[in-house]
């Protein structure tokens, strides 16, 4: 493996690189367009642009549910388990809350743990943790039809957390929800997320949502999708309510705002 | 199921009507001196029943057995059929068609044919298996249907988890399929019922033990009164068939899907 000069210097290797990764649509779409990046432990990456930009299919190449067309994705720290995962753990939050209607709240945070083959009893209190940790301690037993929209996106919260990964995903998970719901989801995602010394990358397409939440801006023009902007967000965390009309913040919405107008623009220019 | 009904009612209403229209019966057919080989008033009907009760209870037994075990093969068989289909495109390919042009042939027609491969002595068995025909396809396209209707992303978690085949067929697929299935079961009970009396007409030349071959019997004997209580037995049976299907559709399916759930007025 070759390091690149930073690493000699910092002796920190990113925990995933992606080489010059590119996607085509069998329609022939190049959806992204050799994209080159490293994402450090302990980021909390959000990913804007606008719809069709190939962020959602770069977060499913990241998970390994979508293959690049060329180029590759490395996880240069990661212990590779040659039989069956070469990976760190990764978790995956959907647009929709994607639970399993016929089975509670407990079964559905269980069932990352249940496919790993580890014994109901032994994943009790790491269920319950998980379903604290979110507010839903008291809905256990509740099926997903008896929650609201808001509880529902946390029991799937819940069950990205159970596993305790590495990296989570979260491909739009707050974009069915209304203002006031998804203004709490984002203060207690950061909550758990200082809590759990996560990796995280966040899609989104709202530029105040991700300037809130993230350690670092990634902006993105679409057809093809290339990264047109790498803004810090260096607001320490813990973040709250306050933070939202800091001058700090505006400056930043300010920045990205204008980065995604010419990401628009930039859509037009490209081949 | 509308909330604003109580149960009371919608258990007495049919009742009372089904009192009513009795009692009309009954009025009409002795004011208008029908004769009973044509019309049996209900009192005639309920006094047959009475009378050969142990036979038709023995009838009704036979008729029973062969239709829950038809009902039970088509049930086992369509879901096994089913999660290969699901499972492998090109086996779906293959048995479809044979599937389809077994549904559409009326079963009249084939158990002649199918009589005569399981033999004459083996009579019970040959309306088993006509009896299981007609019930299995209903099951199978429901099944499949389920079983292919599985949310894409609950599909991507499970391979991000690395789930197994037959981890993702239990814990996934199958409860998706569970409320499609329970439809085609619904439907099936009442064909299991319909194909063992249809294959026992055709069969039962004397053989018969069925309810089915009551009915033809007493027609022949013009003993329309225990024609009528034979009848009415068999539709007993097909009701029984459909509460207890319903019953259990609202057991497995109370907790989580729309049809079982009771919406807040």
């Known amino acids: 493996m070759n390091l690149a000069p930073h690493e000699f210097m910092t002796g920190s290797r990113p925990l995933i690189r992606l080489h010059d990764v590119s996607k085509k649509y069998r329609s022939g779409t190049v959806a992204l367009h050799r994209i080159r990046l490293d994402i450090g432990r302990g980021e909390f990456v959000s990913l804007l642009g606008p719809s069709g930009c190939g962020k959602s299919s770069l977060l499913r190449m990241i998970a390994g549910l979508a293959t690049p067309t060329s180029g590759e994705i490395d996880w240069p720290t990661a212990e590779y388990d040659v039989r069956y995962q070469p990976r760190p753990k990764l978790s995956f939050v959907f647009q929709e809350p994607t639970l399993m209607p016929w089975a509670t709240i407990f079964d559905n945070v269980f069932l990352p743990l249940r496919l790993a083959g580890i014994p109901r009893s032994a994943a009790t209190p790491r269920i319950m943790d998980a379903l604290s940790s979110v507010g839903l301690d008291k809905f256990a037993g509740a099926y997903p039809r008896q929650l609201s929209g808001g509880m529902k996106m946390r029991a799937s919260i819940a069950r990205a957390l159970v596993t305790e990964p590495d990296l989570l995903l979260m491909d739009e998970p707050f974009a069915a929800l209304d203002e006031i719901t998804r203004s709490r989801l984002n203060d207690d995602l950061l909550k758990v997320f200082q809590a759990q010394k996560w990796t995280v990358i966040f899609v989104t397409h709202s530029v105040f949502e991700s300037v809130y939440l993230s350690s670092r801006l990634l902006v993105l023009s679409s057809r093809p999708g290339r990264i047109i902007a790498d803004l810090p967000i260096s607001a320490a965390y813990p973040r709250d309510q306050a933070f939202r009309t800091d001058p700090a913040y505006i400056a930043l919405c300010r920045e990205a705002s204008s980065a995604l107008t010419s990401a628009m623009g930039a859509a037009v220019e490209a081949h | ?265």
């Not at chain 2, 009896?131 to 389920?146: E, W």
């Not at chain 2, 018969?208 to 034979?230: C, Y």
Request: aromatic share 8%.
């Open chain 2, 1 to 265: 199921m509308r909330p604003d009904i109580p149960l009371w009612l919608r258990v007495l209403a049919p009742c009372v009507i089904a009192l009513g229209l009795l009692l009309l019966w009954e009025v009409l057919v002795r004011s208008l001196k029908i004769p009973k080989f044509v019309l049996p008033p209900p009192s005639l009907i309920y006094e047959a029943l009475l009378e050969d009760l142990p036979s038709l209870l023995a009838s009704l037994w036979v008729t029973l057995k062969v239709t829950l075990e038809a009902f039970s093969i088509a049930s086992i068989g369509g879901v096994l059929l089913a999660i290969l289909c699901a499972r492998s495109r090109l086996f779906e390919l293959c048995l479809f068609p044979y599937a389809v042009i077994l549904q559409v042939t009326p079963v009249v027609a084939i158990a002649p044919l199918i009589l005569i491969w399981v033999g004459v002595e083996h009579l019970e068995r040959a309306v088993l298996i006509l009896a299981s025909i007609v019930a299995f396809f209903p099951i199978l396209s429901n099944t499949i249907l389920g079983l292919k209707s599985v949310n894409p992303d609950l599909v991507s978690m499970f391979s991000l988890y690395h789930a197994r085949s037959w981890q993702r067929l239990i814990l996934l697929d199958l409860p998706n399929a569970l409320p499609y299935l329970l439809a085609g079961m619904k439907i099936s009970g009442g064909l299991a019922l319909i194909g063992a009396v249809v294959a026992e007409f055709v069969a039962g030349s004397g053989n018969g033990t069925g309810l089915a071959w009551r009915v033809v019997e007493s027609a022949n004997d013009l003993n329309i009164p225990r024609m009528f209580a034979a009848l009415t037995l068999l539709s007993s049976l097909g009701l029984l068939i459909f509460l207890l299907m319903n019953g259990l559709s609202f057991l497995l399916l109370r907790h989580w899907h729309e049809s079982a759930m009771r919406r807040e007025g």
